[in-house]
């Protein structure tokens, strides 16, 4: 199976993805009140990213892809950018790839898996994106 050509890529992607939930009307300002600080690490590309609730006069999400951060993590997840990519397209279950350890999660995991309903509408805007701007990432 392709991945992401390269770890500039998948930041790349990612971002845009970030940028899709915070934007949508829907999401954004459900994310934001949900206000579950997490961070990911994707250790086959050696990355990081915080994702936070924006602030007051932010967008509904606000991340970096740094752990020089000035908030604390709420959930801590640790994949592959091929398990993330699979996430994204609604072809892995949060639930079960956590039971077989493709995802690792450490925290407060039941305030991330209370998000899934809330982002179910991205994997179509994902699906999308990809479609048309990264065919060879499709699943």
């Keep these: 199976m392709a991945g992401f050509k390269s770890p500039q890529e998948f930041r790349q992607v990612i971002d845009r993805t970030f940028t899709l939930m915070s934007e949508d009307p829907e999401m954004g300002p459900k994310l934001r009140d949900a206000d579950t600080p997490q961070r990911f690490e994707f250790p086959d590309l050696d990355l990081v990213v915080n994702i936070r609730a924006g602030g007051a006069q932010e967008a509904n999400l606000a991340?970096?892809?740094?752990?020089?951060?000035?908030?604390?993590?709420?959930?801590?997840?640790?994949?592959?950018?091929?398990?993330?990519?699979?996430?994204?397209?609604?072809?892995?279950?949060?639930?079960?790839?956590?039971?077989?350890?493709?995802?690792?999660?450490?925290?407060?995991?039941?305030?991330?898996?209370?998000?899934?309903?809330?982002?179910?509408?991205?994997?179509?805007?994902?699906?999308?994106?990809?479609?048309?701007?990264?065919?060879?990432?499709?699943?």
């Design 63 to 139: 991340w970096e892809w740094s752990d020089e951060i000035d908030w604390e993590p709420k959930v801590k997840m640790t994949m592959s950018s091929e398990t993330a990519n699979r996430y994204f397209q609604g072809k892995e279950n949060v639930a079960i790839a956590i039971a077989r350890r493709r995802i690792k999660a450490g925290g407060d995991v039941k305030a991330a898996l209370a998000l899934i309903p809330i982002t179910k509408p991205l994997f179509a805007r994902y699906r999308e994106m990809i479609g048309s701007d990264y065919p060879h990432l499709e699943v």
